[in-house]
């Protein structure tokens, strides 16, 4: 009954099972759309959903984020009129961007010549010109999807924003799956992503109108209004170019320096490593609307904040554990001996690298809900340039797709510890040496325990791990079962 009641473990779930739902499916049928594409087409079509991520998230200037933010703000402050003038200047400003894209789809169309898509291993340029032209036109679409997915945030209902975005993304693996099945190639499979895509922002649009009152569109800005979201969405959008810069970069490095043909492969590692991060988020993700609505109600949002931390860590690191003890029974059953074996060291890193990653979830949605804007970002983008510059060195040293990985992983062993005690110095104002010492010593002995393969080592090390955690993350941690389960 608790559970049912309780709005963070609905929005948990929810947000969890929106953001398994995609990934879950598309990994399954991996081999079946390798099979059918060819290995370069199909690496193409990952380079294709990679403009698309990182385009998305670039041109929409953090709109999604902040949106969400200041409906929360209005909500908390119980004023209609103000959720109306957001809502609007927010979708004015996107369909001034969804119009700038279809005018470079335009392009691309009458201008682009079909030689440019002459590349390796790929027999038809004509049908890769017309996977970028529908690639360029779903990007446009894309900037609604965000808009209306960070309005329905900030009501803090996951599960509206899960189950239209649920439904879009089954019915399109569906219909990508049955055009394959029938010898379409790959622009009938992006031109079926857009179709879908149409029907669910017009979906998301129709049923938005439920939440605002009186409200009458308009085609005027509001610069008081504007002004605001684009404040917010400004360091966001700082923080989401840095992430896509360094988590995005790596895959561009291996299309265009090892080839299409192993870009699939390394693909395939970095979508499930991506997900699986995206995964950790979703379930703590609704910590940003409340600690914002938290704060416009006077409250202290940091007994959330600890108690969200702990129990986010101590998942993961069990979660991460379990996967890479099975990982290879679990991947080769499901890709199959030869393609299992190109891919395998990849996901192997990634998961070691997740380790410490996950230790940037939960201050990232803290701060941002704090309004800490200028000291997160700074965090962000300290520690993503800082693996960009490790990840470039390390693949100069040796020109290989692990090399990126590693590069990555030595990043955040290095600036974590930095960044906890930054935190807490200016805003926890904690015990220094438990924030930026203790609570990263579980992750430091569980990547050892997983990594090494002496026995007694392993053995020693995932002791550690757990008496760390327990001590770390449960013993000393002010954790509040209560706040999670409102």
Same mark, same amino acid.
């Given at each position: ?46 380079? !294709?959903?990679?403009?698309? %991520? ?10 999604? !984020? ?40 335009? +392009? ?19 049908? !890769? @010109? ?7 036109? +779903? ?23 899960? @189950? ?22 790959? =622009? ?5 992503? !857009? ?56 895959? +561009? ?15 395939? =590692?970095?979508?499930? *490593? ?87 979830? *939960?201050? @990232? %949605? ?44 030595? =990043? ?75």
């Amino acid at each position: 009954m608790v559970l049912k009641q309780s709005r963070n473990i609905r929005n948990s779930i929810w947000n969890l099972a929106n953001t398994l739902i995609y990934p879950l499916g598309f990994l399954s049928m991996t081999p079946f759309f390798m099979n059918s594409l060819g290995e370069h087409l199909f690496g193409s079509w990952m380079l !294709l959903n990679s403009i698309v %991520f990182i385009s998305v998230h670039v041109l929409h200037f953090g709109m999604g !984020l902040s949106i969400a933010m200041y409906v929360a703000e209005a909500r908390g402050k119980n004023d209609p009129q103000r959720l109306n003038r957001y809502y609007n200047s927010s979708l004015n400003f996107t369909n001034l961007l969804a119009m700038g894209v279809l005018a470079s789809t335009l +392009l691309i169309l009458l201008v682009t010549p079909e030689r440019l898509f002459e590349w390796d291993g790929i027999v038809d340029a004509a049908d !890769l @010109k017309t996977s970028f032209i529908l690639t360029s036109a +779903l990007i446009g679409v894309k900037f609604y999807e965000q808009l209306f997915m960070g309005f329905y945030k900030g009501f803090e209902e996951y599960d509206t924003a899960a @189950k239209f975005n649920m439904a879009q993304k089954i019915t399109m693996l569906v219909g990508q799956a049955i055009a394959l099945m029938s010898g379409y190639g790959l =622009a009938e499979v992006i031109a079926i992503s !857009l179709v879908t895509n149409a029907i669910l922002v017009l979906s998301q649009f129709v049923w938005s109108k439920r939440y605002l009152v009186d409200y009458q569109w308009s085609t005027a800005f509001d610069s008081l209004i504007f002004s605001r979201l684009r404040h917010f969405g400004f360091w966001s959008w700082l923080q989401t170019i840095v992430s896509l810069m360094s988590f995005q970069l790596d895959r +561009l490095i291996v299309a265009f320096a090892l080839g299409t043909d192993i870009v699939g492969y390394y693909s395939i =590692a970095s979508m499930i *490593a991506n997900h699986l991060h995206i995964m950790l988020e979703a379930m703590v993700g609704w910590i940003f609307p409340a600690v914002s609505r938290i704060m416009k109600e006077k409250g202290d949002p940091k007994p959330l904040y600890f108690s969200v931390r702990s129990a986010l860590v101590i998942i993961s690191l069990v979660g991460l554990t379990v996967l890479y003890l099975i990982r290879e029974p679990l991947f080769e059953l499901w890709l199959g001996q030869e393609k299992f074996a190109s891919v395998i060291v990849f996901i192997e890193l990634f998961i070691l690298f997740e380790i410490f990653y996950i230790l940037t979830i *939960a201050p @990232k %949605f803290f701060l941002n809900g704090i309004s800490e804007l200028k000291l997160i970002t700074s965090l962000e983008v300290g520690y993503k340039a800082f693996g960009i510059v490790t990840m470039l060195v390390f693949f100069y040293f040796e020109r290989s797709a692990t090399a990126l990985i590693w590069g990555q992983i030595a =990043a955040m062993m290095v600036m974590m510890p930095l960044e906890m005690g930054i935190i807490n110095d200016k805003v926890l104002k904690t015990n220094l040496l438990f924030e930026a010492v203790v609570l990263l010593i579980p992750c430091f002995a569980l990547f050892g325990a997983l990594y090494l393969e002496d026995l007694a080592i392993q053995l020693l090390l995932g002791l550690i791990t757990i008496v760390s955690t327990y001590m770390g993350y449960i013993r000393y941690s002010r954790v509040d079962i209560k706040l999670l389960l409102e």
